[in-house]
């Protein structure tokens, strides 16, 4: 205790006491230094001032003895030590103290003392002699000087003597205060501290009953007080404890009790967590109900005469519930992968399609705000790759549609590259049978930025930047978080940069394995068609020149690229390069593209220039100029880019875009809508099945609504009427049949709508199940315009109605029409379970054909939606095949089948319809006995479709 707390204490505050007082008498003894040796300088200076005068007035009467009995009576006894008097830089008088050891030792190195100045050069450079010099002045003119030199060492000395006094004093006032706060430190805390340090020795052994003595010492005496409280708390605790040990048998059968009390906790919130997903399974269908109305009322409302005001808030409600439906999509995605439920899938896609996909279905948007919207994927970047197309192009899509919402002019670009995984270390965990790859897709706009202090909101649930943004973005703040979740499942990220005011630029990460593949004949091409060939490129987007830059330059070719027409006209003038073909942009600032083209073709030198318009409106708008402009190709932005090379391809391979192109097909029904008009419901849960029908409609002249399931068709005919229900059979949640005799229950002949049965079943009970639950007619899918067309002209409505009438012709029509199932189904092939049809083609190109046609100048963008859908649900559908299978599932299994095959056959998939159909026929047998065989040959086949359909996407 001394050595650590006494002795450290003491040694410090005495030190300290030592070095003050040091300090105070250095102070002290400096002031008093400098004080007199300012007196000896003042001193001194007055004395060569007084002579001065002396030797000015003694001038006059030329009496120099007197003024040497005046230097010899004020140097008497003093600090001097030399004082000469020089007029005309001659001495005329001087004195030099012998007093002074420095003039003594000079006279005694027999230096001639005549030579006075010589004598006092050496004296006065030394370092305690200070030399003053004053000037005589005689009726204002320096007739000379007086130089006094004078000596410190006698101050210096009595400094000394001071400052060795006073140490001598501190160090004994810091003894005399060390022993007297050693002597108090002993008696006020050394002594009660180690009372308390020895109670709590006491304590440390386990002697709980010593207590130690409170005295009046403040904080120590209150020490002792808490070491005796914890004394007896411990002997309280020891005894709780002892009472505790003896109830040991009791405890664990509690324990036991707690144990068996949270198992019946898990379960309860096991319980729970299957009623979440339920409530949020029913959630969605309830909220999608209401939806189904808004869609609905406004399908009616747009079909009656409306104000132009009018007419902008009924848009604005539909474009509201498609908003809903978003919401609705982010909060179930969030909820599935809080509960873990959202599996990724393992299949092979072409990561190229998958960022044009996504592009495409929001190329409307971007038109709409003016944006441009484009993308380049670096040529590093693989094609085929493994992993969940699905995912990829719903973090894309979210990011784009960010973009886009949050930009009002400029642009949303989207970059793709990729890095291969070179060190093992880094590719380890993945797929060790190909080539592993990190891919990065980064979306960059020109918005309105975000702050880098709200950074951090941005990957929260429910949270955006701030509620001013909320308001005027809308947006649950959901779409971020789940593509975080959804990149680090794909052992990804996702990060932001961001400038106000100036954009952002959202990028996130994939790790996936590579396919190869050989490009060898797309190579070959390019060297013979590509290669060398001078294109250019006039766009006023800096962006989508060097978009189109690279791109053309990877495939060989020499770009020259300008950002108006005036420079591209300037350029083809001076004909300073040759070009094989020109990509012209309609919308540029001055000279659009059109009026571009028109100046092009008015030279005759570039008359016969292939010239490719781009453009973000659509290619309608050049039906009349494409007769006189003779463009080459038309192409939507953002340009795809497989699109661009086949289309510069066959271009510059001398077989025009034109001679390929299908002519429009004159539908003989399309105006089939004012002939017959109805109000028309399809009621079909596949999303393929869906568009096909809309579409079809639409070509005839009907705006017709949709809903998933029998539930949502009989609320929607509550809400409204319908003239025609188009009735899928098979449907989640309620069929179609059960809702067709729901709606014959509620619904008396005459006010019913006209029902006709949709299904890909052609076996001759079902049809007949069919009308036996009320059902008006039936059509097969795939659906077909000719079928449908026979069907519409079957119905008759009521002048200035849109309810049906005649109900007594409605039975004659369901005798007749039985007749008419009765003989097409006699004569029709009967279709074995164990066979399947080998020479039927992957894709029936004739109903894709099809279904361009009938989509005219919208083809591209609405193939590419439906085969996008078929990607989404085919894969769900499979599992579900699977499962049922695996479970022994007939019914499960004859659904999924049904809903694979009919989608299928939409898209001219007819080999993998009938293998769907195979499997529809097993589960009819009430059994799965077999299924499984067919399940490897449906997914190889399934493959096929996918690799077919991706070819149709690049077309």
Same mark, same amino acid.
């Given at each position: 205790?001394?050595?650590?707390?006494?002795?450290?204490?003491?040694?410090?505050?005495?030190?300290?006491?030592?070095?003050?007082?040091?300090?105070?008498?250095?102070?002290?003894?400096?002031?008093?230094?400098?004080?007199?040796?300012?007196?000896?300088?003042?001193?001194?200076?007055?004395?060569?001032?007084?002579?001065?005068?002396?030797?000015?007035?003694?001038?006059?009467?030329?009496?120099?003895?007197?003024?040497?009995?005046?230097?010899?009576?004020?140097?008497?006894?003093?600090?001097?030590?030399?004082?000469?008097?020089?007029?005309?830089?001659?001495?005329?008088?001087?004195?030099?103290?012998?007093?002074?050891?420095?003039?003594?030792?000079?006279?005694?190195?027999?230096?001639?003392?005549?030579?006075?100045?010589?004598?006092?050069?050496?004296?006065?450079?030394?370092?305690?002699?200070?030399?003053?010099?004053?000037?005589?002045?005689?009726?204002?003119?320096?007739?000379?000087?007086?130089?006094?030199?004078?000596?410190?060492?006698?101050?210096?000395?009595?400094?000394?003597?001071?400052?060795?006094?006073?140490?001598?004093?501190?160090?004994?006032?810091?003894?005399?205060?060390?022993?007297?706060?050693?002597?108090?430190?002993?008696?006020?805390?050394?002594?009660?501290?180690?009372?308390?340090?020895?109670?709590?020795?006491?304590?440390?052994?386990?002697?709980?009953?010593?207590?130690?003595?409170?005295?009046?010492?403040?904080?120590?005496?209150?020490?002792?007080?808490?070491?005796?409280?914890?004394?007896?708390?411990?002997?309280?605790?020891?005894?709780?404890?002892?009472?505790?040990?003896?109830?040991?048998?009791?405890?664990?059968?509690?324990?036991?009790?707690?144990?068996?009390?949270?198992?019946?906790?898990?379960?309860?919130?096991?319980?729970?967590?299957?009623?979440?997903?339920?409530?949020?399974?029913?959630?969605?269908?309830?909220?999608? %109900?209401?939806?189904?109305?808004?869609?609905?009322?406004?399908?009616?409302?747009?079909?009656?005469?409306?104000?132009?005001?009018?007419?902008?808030?009924?848009?604005?409600?539909?474009?509201?519930?498609?908003?809903?439906?978003?919401?609705?999509?982010?909060?179930?995605?969030?909820?599935?992968?809080?509960?873990?439920?959202?599996?990724?899938?393992?299949?092979?896609?072409?990561?190229?399609?998958?960022?044009?996909?996504?592009?495409?279905?929001?190329?409307?948007?971007?038109?709409?705000?003016?944006?441009?919207?484009?993308?380049?994927?670096?040529?590093?970047?693989?094609?085929?790759?493994?992993?969940?197309?699905?995912?990829?192009?719903?973090?894309?899509?979210?990011?784009?549609?960010?973009?886009?919402?949050?930009?009002?002019?400029?642009?949303?670009?989207?970059?793709?590259?990729?890095?291969?995984?070179?060190?093992?270390?880094?590719?380890?965990?993945?797929?060790?049978?190909? /080539?592993?790859?990190?891919?990065?897709?980064?979306?960059?706009?020109?918005?309105?930025?975000?702050?880098?202090?709200?950074?951090?909101?941005?990957?929260?649930?429910?949270?955006?930047?701030?509620?001013?943004?909320?308001?005027?973005?809308?947006?649950?703040?959901?779409?971020?978080?789940?593509?975080?979740?959804?990149?680090?499942?794909?052992?990804?990220?996702?990060?932001?940069?961001?400038?106000?005011?100036?954009?952002?630029?959202?990028?996130? %990460?994939?790790?996936?394995?590579?396919?190869?593949?050989?490009?060898?004949?797309?190579?070959?091409?390019?060297?013979?068609?590509?290669?060398?060939?001078?294109?250019?490129?006039?766009?006023?987007?800096?962006?989508?020149? /060097?978009?189109?830059? @690279?791109?053309?330059?990877?495939?060989?070719?020499?770009?020259?690229?300008?950002?108006?027409?005036?420079?591209?006209?300037?350029?083809?003038?001076?004909?300073?390069?040759?070009?094989?073909?020109?990509?012209?942009?309609?919308?540029?600032?001055?000279?659009?593209?059109?009026?571009?083209?028109?100046?092009?073709?008015?030279?005759?030198?570039?008359?016969?220039?292939?010239?490719?318009?781009?453009?973000?409106?659509?290619?309608?708008?050049?039906?009349?100029?494409?007769?006189?402009?003779?463009?080459?190709?038309?192409?939507?932005?953002?340009?795809?880019?497989?699109?661009?090379?086949?289309?510069?391809?066959?271009?510059?391979?001398?077989?025009?875009?034109?001679?390929?192109?299908?002519?429009?097909?004159?539908?003989?029904?399309?105006?089939?809508?004012?002939?017959?008009?109805?109000?028309?419901?399809?009621?079909?849960?596949?999303?393929?099945?869906?568009?096909?029908?809309?579409?079809? @409609?639409?070509?005839?002249?009907?705006?017709?609504?949709?809903?998933?399931?029998?539930?949502?068709?009989?609320?929607?005919?509550?809400?409204?009427?319908?003239?025609?229900?188009?009735?899928?059979? /098979?449907?989640?949640?309620?069929?179609?049949?059960?809702?067709?005799?729901?709606?014959?229950?509620?619904?008396?002949?005459? /006010?019913?709508?006209?029902?006709?049965?949709?299904?890909?079943?052609?076996?001759?009970?079902?049809?007949?199940?069919?009308?036996?639950?009320?059902?008006?007619?039936?059509?097969?899918?795939?659906?077909?315009?000719?079928?449908?067309?026979?069907?519409?002209?079957?119905?008759?409505?009521?002048?200035?109605?849109?309810?049906?009438?005649?109900?007594?012709?409605?039975?004659?029509?369901?005798?007749?029409?039985?007749?008419?199932?009765?003989?097409?189904?006699?004569?029709?092939?009967?279709?074995?379970?164990?066979?399947?049809?080998?020479?039927?083609?992957?894709?029936?190109?004739?109903?894709?054909?099809?279904?361009?046609?009938?989509?005219?100048?919208?083809?591209?963008?609405?193939?590419?939606?439906?085969?996008?859908?078929?990607?989404?649900?085919?894969?769900?559908?499979?599992?579900?095949?699977?499962?049922?299978?695996?479970?022994?599932?007939?019914?499960?299994?004859?659904?999924?089948?049904?809903?694979?095959?009919?989608?299928?056959?939409?898209?001219?998939?007819?080999?993998?319809?009938?293998?769907?159909?195979?499997?529809?026929?097993?589960?009819?047998?009430?059994?799965?006995?077999?299924?499984?065989?067919?399940?490897?040959?449906?997914?190889?086949?399934?493959?096929?479709?996918?690799?077919?359909?991706?070819?149709?996407?690049?077309?």
């Amino acid at each position: 205790m001394r050595k650590t707390i006494a002795f450290r204490y003491l040694l410090i505050t005495n030190a300290l006491g030592a070095i003050l007082q040091l300090v105070l008498v250095s102070i002290l003894i400096s002031w008093s230094y400098f004080r007199d040796l300012n007196n000896l300088q003042i001193k001194t200076q007055s004395q060569a001032q007084l002579l001065s005068d002396i030797r000015v007035a003694e001038i006059g009467e030329s009496d120099l003895s007197s003024m040497e009995n005046s230097i010899t009576k004020n140097h008497l006894n003093t600090d001097i030590v030399y004082t000469i008097i020089l007029e005309n830089r001659k001495v005329t008088n001087s004195f030099l103290n012998l007093e002074q050891s420095i003039i003594k030792q000079t006279m005694e190195d027999s230096i001639n003392p005549d030579d006075i100045l010589e004598l006092i050069e050496p004296i006065s450079q030394q370092s305690f002699i200070k030399e003053i010099r004053n000037p005589i002045i005689n009726n204002g003119n320096i007739i000379g000087e007086i130089r006094i030199a004078y000596s410190i060492k006698n101050i210096q000395k009595e400094a000394l003597q001071r400052l060795t006094i006073g140490i001598v004093i501190s160090i004994i006032i810091s003894l005399i205060s060390l022993l007297f706060s050693k002597f108090l430190f002993q008696r006020e805390v050394y002594q009660p501290l180690k009372k308390a340090l020895k109670l709590a020795k006491a304590l440390e052994k386990g002697n709980l009953q010593q207590r130690g003595e409170v005295e009046n010492h403040q904080e120590i005496s209150q020490l002792i007080s808490s070491l005796n409280k914890i004394a007896a708390k411990l002997e309280e605790t020891i005894d709780n404890l002892e009472a505790r040990i003896a109830e040991a048998d009791d405890t664990e059968k509690q324990l036991q009790d707690v144990i068996a009390e949270l198992s019946q906790l898990r379960k309860e919130a096991l319980v729970a967590s299957e009623a979440k997903s339920d409530f949020l399974a029913t959630m969605s269908h309830e909220i999608r %109900t209401p939806m189904n109305a808004i869609i609905g009322m406004t399908g009616l409302l747009l079909d009656t005469e409306l104000q132009e005001k009018q007419k902008d808030f009924t848009e604005i409600i539909r474009a509201s519930s498609e908003e809903l439906l978003s919401i609705i999509n982010d909060v179930l995605d969030f909820s599935k992968i809080e509960a873990g439920k959202i599996e990724l899938e393992e299949q092979e896609f072409d990561l190229h399609n998958c960022i044009e996909g996504a592009l495409n279905l929001l190329a409307n948007k971007a038109v709409e705000k003016n944006l441009e919207l484009a993308y380049l994927i670096k040529p590093s970047t693989p094609k085929k790759i493994i992993g969940d197309p699905t995912k990829v192009n719903q973090i894309l899509v979210n990011l784009v549609n960010n973009g886009i919402k949050f930009t009002k002019s400029g642009e949303v670009v989207v970059y793709a590259e990729a890095t291969p995984l070179e060190s093992e270390e880094e590719s380890e965990e993945f797929n060790s049978q190909f /080539q592993n790859y990190k891919i990065k897709i980064s979306v960059r706009d020109t918005g309105i930025g975000i702050p880098q202090e709200k950074m951090d909101k941005l990957f929260k649930s429910f949270s955006q930047v701030d509620a001013s943004t909320t308001r005027e973005y809308g947006g649950t703040g959901l779409g971020l978080v789940i593509c975080k979740n959804l990149c680090e499942m794909m052992h990804g990220n996702i990060s932001v940069e961001s400038e106000l005011g100036i954009g952002s630029t959202f990028s996130f %990460t994939i790790i996936a394995p590579s396919v190869e593949e050989t490009n060898t004949n797309n190579t070959q091409t390019e060297k013979q068609y590509l290669l060398g060939k001078q294109m250019l490129i006039v766009d006023d987007n800096a962006t989508n020149r /060097q978009i189109l830059t @690279l791109q053309a330059q990877s495939w060989g070719m020499l770009t020259c690229a300008v950002e108006s027409g005036a420079k591209a006209l300037e350029l083809l003038q001076k004909g300073a390069a040759s070009f094989d073909l020109a990509v012209l942009d309609l919308q540029m600032p001055n000279m659009d593209g059109i009026e571009l083209a028109k100046i092009i073709r008015f030279q005759t030198k570039y008359h016969n220039l292939p010239l490719i318009m781009l453009t973000s409106w659509g290619t309608d708008i050049f039906q009349q100029q494409e007769q006189d402009l003779k463009f080459a190709a038309i192409l939507n932005k953002p340009i795809q880019q497989s699109k661009l090379r086949n289309v510069l391809i066959n271009i510059l391979a001398e077989d025009s875009i034109e001679k390929k192109k299908p002519e429009p097909v004159k539908f003989q029904h399309e105006n089939l809508a004012e002939t017959i008009p109805l109000k028309i419901l399809v009621a079909e849960d596949s999303v393929v099945n869906q568009k096909v029908a809309l579409l079809i @409609l639409r070509q005839l002249g009907y705006r017709a609504d949709a809903v998933s399931s029998g539930v949502e068709a009989i609320k929607a005919l509550q809400r409204q009427s319908y003239d025609l229900v188009f009735m899928d059979v /098979q449907m989640p949640e309620m069929d179609g049949l059960t809702a067709t005799k729901l709606i014959c229950k509620e619904w008396s002949s005459s /006010q019913r709508p006209y029902i006709i049965a949709m299904t890909a079943s052609v076996i001759l009970g079902d049809r007949q199940v069919c009308l036996d639950a009320g059902m008006d007619d039936y059509i097969a899918k795939p659906i077909r315009v000719e079928a449908l067309v026979e069907a519409l002209k079957k119905i008759k409505t009521k002048s200035n109605s849109h309810q049906m009438i005649d109900p007594n012709s409605s039975t004659n029509m369901d005798l007749s029409l039985k007749s008419k199932i009765n003989q097409k189904t006699e004569t029709m092939p009967q279709i074995l379970p164990n066979k399947t049809s080998q020479n039927i083609e992957t894709i029936n190109p004739k109903i894709l054909n099809s279904l361009r046609q009938m989509a005219g100048q919208q083809a591209s963008k609405i193939i590419s939606e439906l085969i996008n859908n078929y990607f989404e649900d085919a894969p769900l559908q499979l599992k579900e095949i699977q499962k049922a299978i695996e479970s022994h599932d007939p019914k499960a299994l004859r659904l999924s089948a049904h809903s694979l095959r009919s989608a299928s056959a939409n898209l001219g998939a007819n080999k993998l319809a009938d293998l769907c159909k195979q499997l529809e026929h097993i589960a009819r047998g009430n059994t799965t006995k077999g299924a499984l065989e067919y399940l490897s040959i449906l997914e190889i086949e399934y493959q096929q479709v996918c690799k077919a359909l991706e070819k149709e996407l690049e077309i």
